[in-house]
């Protein structure tokens, strides 16, 4: 990694291979979407503004009523024992240093208490997959609740999971391999097999929103909203907030990039409810980009394994801090002083 690209010249975690080369075998994976994540990126522009005094560049913001030291947080994954022991702990220690949001996953490795035990002072969202055990889910919200997780996001483009040819290929069973904790009662504590975990229930819809609403005084996200008509139904349904995503690229093919998304998202809620974006956020720039769409802050997901693999704990804040810096920097060059100075008006769309 180095400061100068961000992490655009990070190494992808060991294990990751190669895009089929057969022309006829189309893969919903990192690769396609990943290309038309960094294209979307690529078309904006921006326009500075000079001669600003920009001495005191704040980077702060707020999410949800929460103070974070600058607009970069780091989205729910999965498993993050397997590339550090720490795991998730590790992770939401680096989060808490950090002063940003760190959203825990259904799927984490590390039990919930441990997690909220190693950062008690740290701000941190749990990511809900609803199970077709309802009761199971309950339970699971009023823990996290009573664990002092501050929001509940619901991920919503996962009805199913898409076709993960990378997986296939590469033979991966997690079931065989790993433990999750985090959907018993702390009574049972007892690690529970993915594969008993691993159920989506596919029948959830709109209305249901309002079931999770009468079990939580959380306020509630949706995470993977991607167009005018759903974020109109989220403000309908009195939805706290939308996390625009495209699940990393890794649902959907031909799905829209997350950053191509976040206009129409914005345009849609019309300031009744905070706004995020998810995929692809890789430099200061990106941050920067983001936000004069509209966004309220950013989270980033595979650079944050990155680091995890590259150094734990150490390696997770040395991703944070190579984007905050450079983000810092992208305001100074652009006559902003303060996040609130971000708009519109300092980008402009080209043609590649």
Same mark, same amino acid.
């Given at each position: !990694?180095? $400061? #100068?690209?961000?992490?655009?010249?990070?190494?992808?975690?060991?294990?990751?291979?190669?895009?089929?080369?057969?022309?006829?075998?189309?893969?919903?994976?990192?690769?396609?979407?990943?290309?038309?994540?960094?294209?979307?990126?690529?078309?904006?522009?921006?326009?500075?503004? =000079?001669?600003?005094?920009? *001495?005191?560049?704040?980077? &702060?913001?707020?999410?949800?009523?929460?103070?974070?030291?600058?607009?970069?947080?780091? #989205?729910?994954?999965?498993?993050?024992?397997?590339?550090?022991?720490?795991?998730?702990? #590790?992770?939401?220690?680096?989060?808490?240093?950090?002063?940003?949001?760190?959203? +825990?996953?259904?799927?984490?490795?590390?039990?919930?208490?441990?997690?909220?035990?190693?950062?008690?002072?740290?701000? &941190?969202?749990?990511? %809900?997959?609803?199970?077709?055990?309802?009761?199971?889910?309950?339970? %699971?919200?009023?823990?996290? @609740?009573?664990?002092?997780?501050?929001?509940?996001?619901?991920?919503?483009?996962?009805?199913?999971?898409?076709?993960?040819?990378?997986?296939?290929?590469?033979?991966?069973?997690?079931?065989?391999?790993?433990? %999750?904790?985090?959907?018993? #009662?702390?009574? @049972? &504590?007892?690690?529970?097999?993915?594969?008993? !975990?691993?159920?989506?229930?596919?029948?959830?819809?709109?209305?249901?929103?309002?079931?999770?609403?009468?079990? +939580?005084?959380?306020?509630?996200?949706?995470?993977?909203?991607?167009?005018?008509?759903?974020? @109109?139904?989220?403000?309908?349904?009195?939805?706290?907030?939308?996390?625009?995503?495209?699940?990393?690229? &890794?649902?959907?093919?031909?799905?829209? $990039?997350?950053?191509?998304?976040?206009?129409?998202?914005?345009?849609?809620?019309?300031?009744?409810?905070?706004? =995020?974006?998810?995929?692809?956020?890789?430099?200061?720039?990106?941050?920067?980009?983001?936000?004069?769409?509209?966004?309220?802050?950013?989270?980033?997901?595979?650079?944050?394994?990155?680091?995890?693999? =590259?150094?734990?704990?150490?390696?997770?804040?040395?991703?944070?801090?190579?984007?905050?810096?450079?983000?810092? +920097?992208?305001?100074?060059?652009?006559?902003?002083?303060? *996040?609130?100075?971000?708009?519109?008006?300092?980008?402009?769309?080209?043609?590649?």
């Amino acid at each position: !990694m180095t $400061a #100068s690209r961000g992490m655009t010249t990070s190494q992808p975690l060991k294990g990751m291979v190669n895009q089929p080369k057969h022309p006829s075998v189309r893969v919903c994976s990192d690769r396609q979407n990943s290309k038309a994540q960094t294209c979307a990126r690529a078309r904006i522009r921006l326009r500075p503004r =000079y001669l600003k005094n920009v *001495v005191n560049v704040d980077t &702060r913001t707020t999410i949800q009523g929460e103070e974070i030291t600058a607009p970069i947080c780091i #989205s729910p994954t999965g498993f993050h024992c397997l590339v550090w022991p720490d795991g998730e702990m #590790s992770t939401a220690r680096a989060a808490q240093a950090a002063g940003v949001c760190y959203i +825990t996953s259904t799927f984490a490795t590390c039990a919930l208490e441990d997690i909220a035990a190693t950062a008690p002072r740290g701000l &941190r969202w749990f990511q %809900l997959y609803v199970h077709p055990d309802r009761q199971l889910s309950k339970q %699971l919200v009023q823990r996290v @609740e009573s664990l002092g997780f501050r929001a509940l996001v619901i991920t919503v483009d996962v009805p199913k999971l898409g076709n993960r040819r990378h997986d296939i290929r590469n033979q991966l069973d997690l079931k065989l391999n790993l433990l %999750l904790k985090d959907l018993h #009662s702390p009574k @049972e &504590r007892t690690s529970m097999p993915y594969f008993q !975990m691993s159920p989506i229930d596919s029948s959830i819809c709109w209305n249901d929103l309002s079931w999770l609403q009468s079990i +939580t005084r959380l306020p509630i996200i949706l995470k993977g909203i991607l167009t005018k008509e759903d974020a @109109e139904l989220a403000v309908k349904h009195n939805i706290h907030g939308i996390i625009v995503s495209n699940h990393g690229g &890794r649902q959907l093919d031909d799905v829209l $990039a997350s950053i191509d998304a976040l206009a129409e998202v914005v345009a849609a809620v019309k300031g009744k409810m905070e706004v =995020y974006l998810d995929g692809g956020i890789r430099t200061g720039n990106d941050v920067l980009k983001a936000l004069a769409l509209g966004a309220k802050c950013v989270f980033l997901g595979r650079p944050i394994l990155w680091g995890l693999a =590259y150094k734990g704990e150490d390696g997770v804040k040395e991703v944070l801090n190579i984007i905050k810096n450079e983000f810092h +920097t992208s305001m100074a060059l652009t006559g902003c002083q303060s *996040v609130a100075e971000i708009n519109q008006d300092m980008i402009q769309f080209s043609r590649l």
